[in-house]
């Protein structure tokens, strides 16, 4: 990494970031690209990074045109029946990336976000302890996450729902 990093700097360019799939109840574990290798093999390995560059950068080209910063997302693979590799999950939302407002982007400190963030806050809040069940959120708290979601739908799409 570069000297000179604050909080929620911007990285000179995208970076990989691998982790391990867990079982449900678990935390999935960062691993680096050589763990990677070993456990899947240099050639996925390395289409796996590429697709994952490329969706991310493409994805965040658009967004931010749109007003949105794509801080991170993460993306799920796995192998079809023919050993064919497959994207196994949804990907850039506010459930899997970290939308921050760019008109509002200052490097330095927390960002403000329309994604899943407020959630994790609130449950910091409430020293849930990362375990399940989860704790049924309150009324406000799901309230103001649906509405940071369609804000970023909003700023995405161009579109208001009614």
């Not at 990677?36 to 590429?50: F, P, Q, S, T, Y």
């Amino acid at each position: 990494m570069p000297d000179g990093l604050v909080e929620s700097s911007k990285l000179p360019e995208p970076i990989f970031t691998p982790t391990t799939k867990e079982e449900v109840g678990k935390h999935d574990e960062n691993i680096s690209f050589d763990q990677m290798k070993n456990i899947v093999g240099k050639e996925l390995a390395e289409k796996v990074r590429d697709i994952s560059l490329k969706i991310y950068c493409h994805g965040a080209e658009i967004a931010e045109k749109k007003g949105i910063i794509i801080a991170d997302t993460k993306m799920e693979f796995g192998l079809n029946e023919n050993g064919e590799m497959i994207l196994i999950d949804e990907l850039l939302t506010p459930d899997s990336s970290r939308f921050w407002p760019k008109d509002k982007y200052q490097a330095g400190h927390a960002q403000e976000s329309y994604d899943k963030q407020f959630v994790r806050d609130y449950l910091l809040s409430i020293n849930f302890n990362k375990k399940p069940p989860a704790p049924k959120l309150p009324i406000d708290v799901v309230l103001k996450t649906s509405a940071l979601y369609l804000e970023a739908l909003k700023r995405l799409s161009g579109r208001t729902l009614v």
